[in-house]
T-cell receptor
């Protein structure tokens, strides 16, 4: 079966760095996405990785290792507005997005 | 910036009634999707639509559900004979092509079945 695992909840301090991990087992692989979702709102696109390595975009970076079925999202200089759920999603061989359950990130002052 | 729009933002319906959720994808996009998210749970894929037909559907998308693209702009999800467990946020998304990296999501319709 297809499975995506990420921690349910994480807590971090404003100004700090946090790493949210995601492991996956899917039928084929056409890329891994990270989305941010605030409560009651739609997911918004953060990053896309299809090759191994690190993609940096401002305060957010995403890493992928296809051989390990592993990715992480790194958030630097955390701000209160970063409090949200972070969703890992993998595009499988049928080009469908398989979603993880999301990691709720709580930022404390 | 182009966006996906969904209406209504909130729909309350009685159990057993039919509802139609509406979406206007980005105009030059070719792939359209419906997702569901029950409160506090993960986003679940319902159906994908391409070239005026369903290209993929999940186990959730049974005979109770149907999709349609009645004209060149709207993309609708119909839920017949709603059940309490259909209460969820329903998100529409569109993508320019199969491999385009970003799926653009609408703001969702919160469906409450009472």
């Amino acid at each position: 079966g297809q499975n995506i695992d990420q921690p349910t909840e994480m807590t971090a301090t404003e100004g700090a760095i946090v790493q949210i991990n995601c492991t996956y087992q899917t039928s084929g692989f056409n890329g891994l996405f990270w989305y941010q979702q605030h409560a009651g709102e739609a997911p918004t696109f953060l990053s896309y990785n299809v090759l191994d390595g690190l993609e940096e975009k401002g305060r957010f970076s995403s890493f992928l290792s296809r051989s390990k079925g592993y990715s992480y999202l790194l958030l630097k200089e955390l701000q209160m507005k970063d409090s949200a759920s972070y969703l890992c999603a993998v595009m499988d061989s049928n080009y469908q997005l398989i979603w993880g359950a999301g990691t709720k990130l709580i930022i404390k002052p | 910036e182009p966006e996906v729009t969904q209406t209504p933002s909130h729909q309350v319906t009685q159990m057993g009634q039919e509802v139609i959720l509406r979406c206007v994808p980005i105009s030059n996009h070719l792939y359209f999707y419906w997702y569901r998210q029950i409160l506090g749970q993960k986003v679940e894929f319902l159906v994908s639509f391409y070239n005026n037909e369903i290209s993929e559907k999940s186990e959730i998308f049974d005979d109770q559900f149907s999709v349609e693209r009645p004209d060149g702009s709207n993309f609708t999800l119909k839920i017949r004979s709603t059940k309490l467990e259909d209460s969820a946020m329903y998100f529409c998304a569109s993508r320019g092509d199969r491999l385009n990296t970003e799926a653009f999501f609408g703001q969702g319709t919160r469906l409450t079945v009472v």
